[in-house]
């Protein structure tokens, strides 16, 4: 099974709302789940997390630890880009998996 996995593209109009749902092991239902934002995965950055931390205003990660998967919802898309649904795992190399969002007008 794979660590993580999602949707390789998604589109969506410019200004709507889409939800992103993103699976993984269940080894790592207790770890904390991220949203990244980057063509390269290593120069990615931080975009929010499941326990809310950045207070982000557009973006919301939901995790339902029974289901083994979270969901990234977003708001009032603006642009195309490429994104990491990610996996905190501490002291090793976090999980992840990539999709592109494509906003259309």
């Not at 589109?11 to 993984?24: F, K, W």
């Not at 080894?27 to 904390?32: G, L």
């Not at 499941?50 to 083994?68: A, E, M, N, P």
Request: charged letters at 20%.
């Amino acid at each position: 099974a794979l660590d993580v996995t999602t949707i390789k593209e998604i589109s969506v109009r410019r200004g709507q709302s889409v939800i992103i749902p993103c699976l993984y092991h269940q080894k790592y239902a207790f770890s904390i789940k991220y949203l990244s934002a980057g063509y390269l995965w290593l120069l990615s950055d931080y975009v929010e997390f499941s326990d809310q931390r950045r207070h982000h205003k557009t973006v919301l990660i939901s995790d339902d630890t029974s289901r083994h998967i979270f969901t990234v919802r977003m708001d009032d898309v603006q642009e195309s880009g490429y994104y990491w649904c990610a996996v905190h795992v501490p002291s090793a190399f976090d999980k992840r998996a990539g999709f592109f969002l494509n906003v259309t007008a």
